[in-house]
């Protein structure tokens, strides 16, 4: 089949299909500078949102391995502040698999807009997991521990500030030294917004009053922290998928924990990664989306298909995630 048939008239961004080593397309599309209109291309660091909760969950998870930390480890011993009305009790696992009930300062079934969070607090302000404090650390806990799973934000800013803690490190630095540099992942980092290097996309919002775009910088933080903001490439999520499930990171048997369904709530999730149930296994995927930004990037793992969609305009790139699911599984072979 044609691949190009299914991509939606006018999608900004990148796409990415490989099956094991082999390429099966590969294409940039729009702009990554409107502007100036310099173009995206394959090279080119695209931001990812939420997605990065997968690289904190491996940092932990190497914590684990190490000895460093448990996952039974509650917050209330792992830091010497006043948790005010949060249990304290809440562990890592509960973080990991947003099992902890700590109020999310943006809770997603309530808020639809991400960028509402700046209207009282500027998102400037923002360069490091402790100054969303803040935003959560004075509010009731959503729910007991331990008691459901709600997909939930603050609960990986708090790991990314235990990875802090427990290495005397910032979380991206930590991320980059026991991540991204053994990985060859040289395009991937948080970046503040304000201080981008080369090749990074500005992410667009339309504006339907004045019939234009905007860009994102005053609709984000402007660091990226715990609950997302890493920006990267296509070619960098490969390679991360690829030491990741080569046991480079992780052990085989933290992998295949991580990779395992800890929900019981009719959502599949393991530490940090989203799965999608395939019979008697899952496949994993990550993803995220904020104002201007959207990425998936999934691994199915019987036909050895790596999936990465990215678009810096937040175009809809999980319904293309599941029509070039759909159309792999055929027997027609793809065309670039």
């Known amino acids: 089949m044609n691949i190009e048939r299914i991509i939606p008239t006018g999608f900004r961004g990148c796409i990415s299909i490989y099956k094991k080593e082999e390429r099966l397309f590969q294409r940039?599309?729009?702009?990554?500078?409107?502007?100036?209109?310099?173009?995206?291309?394959?090279?080119?660091?695209?931001?990812?949102?939420?997605?990065g909760k997968i690289f904190v969950a491996v940092g932990i998870l190497q914590l684990v391995e190490?000895?460093?930390?448990?996952?039974?480890?509650?917050?209330?011993?792992?830091?010497?502040?006043?948790?005010?009305?949060?249990?304290?009790?809440?562990?890592?696992?509960?973080?990991?698999?947003?099992?902890?009930?700590?109020?999310?300062?943006?809770?997603?079934?309530?808020?639809?807009e991400y960028e509402d969070l700046w209207y009282?607090?500027?998102?400037?302000?923002?360069?490091?997991?402790?100054?969303?404090?803040?935003?959560?650390?004075?509010?009731?806990?959503?729910?007991p521990k331990g008691t459901k799973f709600q997909y939930n934000n603050t609960g990986f800013v708090v790991l990314a500030m235990i990875l802090e803690q427990i290495t005397g490190m910032e979380f991206d630095q930590?991320?980059?030294?026991?991540?991204?540099?053994p990985c060859n992942m040289t395009h991937t980092g948080y970046y503040e917004l304000d201080r981008l290097p080369a090749k990074c996309a500005f992410n667009y919002i339309f504006d339907?009053?004045?019939?234009?775009?905007?860009?994102?910088?005053?609709?984000?933080?402007?660091?990226?922290?715990?609950?997302?903001?890493?920006?990267?490439?296509?070619?960098?999520?490969?390679?991360?998928?690829?030491?990741?499930?080569?046991?480079?990171?992780?052990?085989?048997?933290?992998?295949?924990?991580?990779?395992?369904?800890?929900?019981?709530?009719?959502?599949?999730?393991?530490?940090?990664?989203?799965?999608?149930?395939?019979?008697?296994d899952y496949n994993p995927h990550f993803e995220g989306c904020d104002p201007g930004v959207s990425f998936i990037s999934?691994?199915?793992?019987?036909?050895?298909?790596?999936?990465?969609?990215?678009?810096?305009y937040g175009d809809n790139v999980w319904q293309l995630q599941r029509d070039i699911a759909a159309s792999v599984k055929g027997s027609d072979p793809i065309e670039s």
């Open 28 to 51: 940039a599309y729009g702009y990554a500078d409107l502007s100036n209109k310099v173009l995206n291309d394959i090279e080119t660091r695209f931001a990812t949102a939420s997605a």
């Open 174 to 181: 930590y991320l980059e030294k026991s991540i991204f540099v």
């Open 208 to 280: 339907r009053e004045r019939n234009d775009y905007r860009t994102n910088i005053y609709s984000v933080d402007v660091k990226g922290t715990g609950a997302g903001g890493a920006f990267t490439t296509i070619g960098d999520i490969r390679l991360f998928w690829e030491n990741l499930l080569s046991y480079k990171l992780l052990s085989p048997a933290m992998t295949e924990t991580m990779l395992s369904n800890h929900s019981s709530e009719g959502h599949c999730y393991g530490y940090g990664v989203w799965l999608t149930e395939t019979g008697n």
């Open 298 to 312: 999934s691994f199915d793992k019987e036909n050895q298909i790596l999936v990465t969609l990215v678009s810096n």
């Open 120 to 143: 009282d607090f500027p998102n400037y302000r923002i360069r490091s997991n402790k100054d969303l404090l803040p935003l959560f650390i004075h509010k009731p806990m959503m729910y």
């Open 66 to 112: 190490k000895g460093k930390l448990h996952l039974e480890n509650k917050i209330g011993t792992l830091f010497d502040f006043d948790w005010d009305q949060i249990d304290p009790g809440i562990t890592v696992e509960q973080l990991l698999t947003h099992t902890s009930g700590i109020p999310d300062y943006f809770d997603e079934s309530v808020m639809t």
